[in-house]
């Protein structure tokens, strides 16, 4: 976009700080812009021109520190969330979870739509997506510097926590075998192992049988699942149980927007990182 | 949070046709209020001896509109402008319904099997009339 006309690099950055609502200090910001192949790029471009060695080795720095530091901030604070969401959820799951917001696709998804695209400083155009994924990350870094961790926190949590709305638990968390994590979650809590039975059947000899069989512990139902055959309908009704036990189903209360009242939260993240 | 989905404003016109009038007028005088009003936008006015005035919208999701600004007053551009800054970049189409939902059913949509009797392969005792 540099290359069209009626481009003003200073006036852009200023507009997207107020864009976010954010209070950014502005070289922090060009300096999370930039990334290491637009430097190496630049200084192989002037050299092929002929400038002096003192022009060639030009005053900017990197954005991996702010990156790495954006990065460790984002992840520990989304785990903390999670956390305080939904405290029965194992490790592996929330795990799955921040892994699944911090994914390449999804930030670039994001980015793009925040015109961060159009400020990078990088050596090809379009730019690739984990150039993209590690630019934003540099702005987190760079909001923290300049903000400190609440503010940044509340940015975290506003642009990466929408993304989760609509998506089943297990379409992000990949699980091989629900029956036997069901089976393990149920011992921690003392509950005696399920037993599944057959509750509705429709269509037993035809091309398409649909089967619901219901999961008892000690003659209370717990969950109940549809499927084509029976070993599918018992998967499905054991992933219907791990949701109601995490806590996932489609039902549960929405994420809490609200303006947080302790900074513990966040000051914990930062020091954690 | 609300993003402003409006990226950038580009005010081309021309400084001696007839028709930019509103537009030079737009310049000298709105201009720099709507500037300070609308701080995430950038708006850049560039004066050129093209054909005829135009008013360039850029969205975060790449989409480019142009709207004519000849023969429009100076009030006009401006509400213009502030319609344009409100607006988001999806193409400008005919809504199907006004009405969309996330969550199509509260209790669990019906399929032939609810209100059946708990189970089919399940025969109870036969309850005699009294």
Redo the contacts between chains.
Sequence with gaps: RSEK??W?YH??I???G????ENFSLDLLKTAFVNSCYIESEEARRRGLGLDKETVVLNLQDNSKLAEQGMSFSRSYLTQCFEGAYPDLPAKGIGALVGFLTSQELVSYVA????IQ?LTLCKEFPVPPDVLQRTFFAVIGALLSSSGPEKTGIFVR?FFIPQL??KDLFEIWEVVNPMGLLVEELTKRNISSPEPR?????GVSTVLPLY?VGLYCDKKIIAEGPGETLLAAEEEAARVALRKLYGYT??RRPWDYSKPKQGLAAEKAVSSS | RYVRQLQRLQLLFSPTAADARGARQFVEEVALDFARQHPDVVLYVSPRPGPAPLLLAEYLNGTVREELIASKTSEEIAQLATKLAGQSGLDIIRIRKPFHTDNPSVQGQWHPLTNKPSALTVRGPRLQPQ
């Design positions: 006309p009626n003003d006036a852009e200023q507009a997207f107020h864009r976010l609502h793009q739509n925040l015109s159009d506003d709305i609509g057959i509750t509705r059947q429709l619901f489609e039902n």
